[in-house]
């Protein structure tokens, strides 16, 4: 009788997943297969020793599977065809949650957290920012924002706005797009901050007047989309590079290619978002403006010390090579013939 000996939990994070899946068979090899729904992602033929098979490193298989697809929870199964036996064994449905984090108490932490490091968040007043989460098996979840504003006297006003509440059979990853026009449309006087809430979940914006030098979109440590707002430096580079001939006594450039690249060093960071910020550096998907970037370097020491700043280096390039053009401002145009002020 094939039996799966290693326990894997209904609900597991890819960090979680056993490195080995031992299987008990009857005959002497089987063919295993892992499978979304009804599609193979990935197969082999195991040969057993002692009625025993193993498989390995079925993380890997399933963060390939998720990065690809652009995924943040698939349901696998593990299916294994004996050659002794009349029928092929299917485990029970496993839903696989991408992390790169070990996480303590999983039921906790996807009950009570959005898909993020962060805590809150500051947001410019144009800007927005995407929220996951994974929401329970028959988990009702309320969704309300708690906005602050401030009228002409600098009076503080909190304005709830009712969303919705759903809830869904299985679990299943969730999203929400905050953006703070809308939510400043709704409110009265001047945005200050906002509290977003769904079920037991809450996450805190601040608003502010500043503009961001740099707006990045990158896949998470679950493999959901953030976009990080950086107040930094950036210094353009351009590189040339060409082979040479000689051409009757005259010298060409032949095979000529132009590369270009962005150094970017940040103001000072608080520490939290300087350990979220870690993770773009290690994002598999990167875009800036509509492109996807490369960060091709980057330099990241953080010090959890009350007296020290901490800032970080990288460098990023375009993944096509091709360089934008944005149209120069208008000049101005006078309509009426000039007349000096000193007559």
Known sequence: MTTIITDIPTIVTTAELPDNIEIAIDGASAEVFVMTGAVPIFQTTLFAY?????????????????????????IANIWVNDEAAEETFMSNDIYVVYSDFLIQDTTSFFARHFLTTRSSFRINRQGAQTLSWLAAAGESVGGYIDAVSLDAERN?????????????????????????PEIQAQVTGTLVSFTVHRGSRSMTFYVTDETPDLVIAFRNAFNVEEI?????????????????????????????RTEHSYEVETAALPYEEAVWLQQLFASHHIMKDGREILITESESEISDSDSETNRHKFTYKFARNEQTLSPPAATQV????????FQ
């Open 228 to 256: 990080a707002e950086l107040y930094a430096v950036t210094t353009t580079k351009q590189k040339v590079e060409h082979s040479e001939a000689n051409c009757q006594r005259n010298r060409i450039f032949y095979d000529r």
């Open 156 to 180: 503080a006003i909190v304005t709830r706005i009712e969303e919705y509440t759903e809830s869904s059979e299985f679990p299943s990853v969730c999203e929400a797009m905050m953006n703070v």
């Open 334 to 341: 006078f309509s009426e013939e000039y007349q000096s002020q």
């Open 50 to 74: 002692e009625g025993m098979i193993t498989l390995y490193d079925l993380r890997a298989i399933m963060e390939e599977y998720l990065q690809s697809n652009s995924h943040t929870m698939a």
